[in-house]
């Protein structure tokens, strides 16, 4: 398929931990292949042979790769996923399970065991800020709040 988006994320060498953890999480989603290191370019690369250098999975049909490309780079929260949920047992399920290992964060954000920032929001949210009579209490509501409620947003 050309033009298609695929986000590439570095990881030092879990990878394949990291695809299996999103793929048990998300519904639809499934590890697509696996490439593995060999004994060519370990002198580059310094990964067992037989590792994993790439993961390829979707999240509901949106493609993914997982690299295993050594400890060079590390996540920021310059980058993240949103998942937009339409119930609080959406959000609750998303929630409890990305920061399992990982670290809460204000506003819906979060970052799971692998240092990815996330962003667990619920549907409602970005018609309720575009609503001049209900965006200062919905502001004032979700800043206070980790995980969003959305009975509180209401």
């Known amino acids: 398929m050309t033009n298609q988006i695929t986000p590439c994320l570095w990881f030092d060498n879990q990878a394949e931990d990291a695809a299996n953890f999103y793929t048990s999480i998300f519904k639809n989603s499934a590890i697509t292949s696996v ?3 060999g004994k060519e370019g370990f002198e580059f690369h310094h990964q067992p042979e ?8 979707t999240i509901n049909r949106q493609p993914f790769t997982a690299l295993n490309g050594g400890p060079i780079f590390k996540f920021t929260e310059a980058i993240s996923f949103q998942v937009f949920c339409d119930s609080q ?3 609750d399920h998303y929630w409890d399970n990305l920061t399992k290992g990982g670290e809460e964060s204000q506003c819906g954000w979060l970052k799971d065991k692998y240092g990815i920032s996330w962003q667990i929001i619920p549907s409602i949210l ?6 001049p009579e209900k965006a200062a209490k919905v502001t004032a509501a979700f800043m206070k709040m980790k995980k969003f409620e959305i009975a ?3």
Request: glycine share 4%; charged share 15%.
């Open 35 to 37: 490439s593995r290191y």
């Open 50 to 57: 037989g590792t994993a250098m790439t993961v390829a999975f």
């Open 89 to 91: 047992e959406e959000i």
């Open 126 to 131: 970005p018609s309720l800020m575009t609503n």
């Open 152 to 154: 509180k947003l209401l």
